[in-house]
T-cell receptor, first 111, second 115 residues
């Protein structure tokens, strides 16, 4: 069964304290792995798409990497405004574009 | 910028009422989706549509129906609202899935409370 697991469920960091969020998946023939940011009460905001193992993408303090079994979202020197829930999703091989989501990691960055 | 607009942000409905949630996207996307999001359960797919008048059931379609009469508009219908349908509902859209995955864009969400 296709599955996505994110860890940790919650993460508290001090401002400037770098860390990584993990997303492991069991999907055959991955079409794409997506990272979203979700602020409380709002819809998920697209961050990155990764398509193949070894691929990396960066945006400001965020860097996403992909292996054959997992993805990491590295946060370098986070700021309080990076506090949010980060969602990982995978797209299995089909033409429907459906996504399978993980439960998310809630990040809190304290000043 | 991609824009997915959900017409109602907050709704309070009574048990047994028929509820319509409307969604419009402005990117001429083929695919549209309705998810619900609940604490501890994550995002779960209710229905999706890959073309006008076409629809497929997602993981939790019971108690819901959908309508897609125009490409840009996808409606979620709760035929007879129940308290266990209190949730945040998210509409999304994307291009058709090709060889590589295509990004799904979400609306701001509709908070539905059924009393």
């Amino acid at each position: 069964e296709d599955q996505v697991t994110q860890s940790p469920e919650a993460l508290r960091l001090q401002e400037g304290e770098s860390s990584s969020l993990n997303c492991s998946y069991t999907v055959s023939g991955l079409r794409g792995l997506f990272w979203y940011r979700q602020d409380p009460g709002k819809g998920p905001e697209f961050l990155f798409t990764l398509y193949s193992a070894g691929e990396e993408k960066e945006k400001e303090r965020l860097k996403a990497t992909l292996t054959k079994k997992e993805s990491f979202l590295h946060i370098t020197a986070p700021k309080p405004e990076d506090s949010a829930t980060y969602l990982c999703a995978v797209q299995p091989p089909s033409n429907t574009g459906k996504l399978i989501f993980g439960q998310g990691t809630t990040l809190q960055v304290k000043p | 910028d991609v824009k997915v607009t959900q017409s109602s942000r907050y709704l309070v409905k009574r048990t047994g009422e028929k509820v319509f949630l409307e969604c419009v996207q402005d990117m001429d996307h083929e695919n549209m989706f309705w998810y619900r999001q609940d604490p501890g359960l994550g995002l779960r797919l209710i229905y999706f549509s890959y073309d006008v008048k076409m629809k497929e059931k997602g993981d939790i379609p019971e108690g819901y129906s959908v309508s897609r009469e125009k490409k840009e508009r996808f409606s979620l219908i709760l035929e007879s609202a129940s308290t266990n349908q209190t949730s945040m509902y998210l509409c999304a859209s994307s291009e058709p899935g090709g060889f590589s995955g295509n990004t799904i864009y979400f609306g701001e969400g509709s908070w539905l409370t059924v009393v």
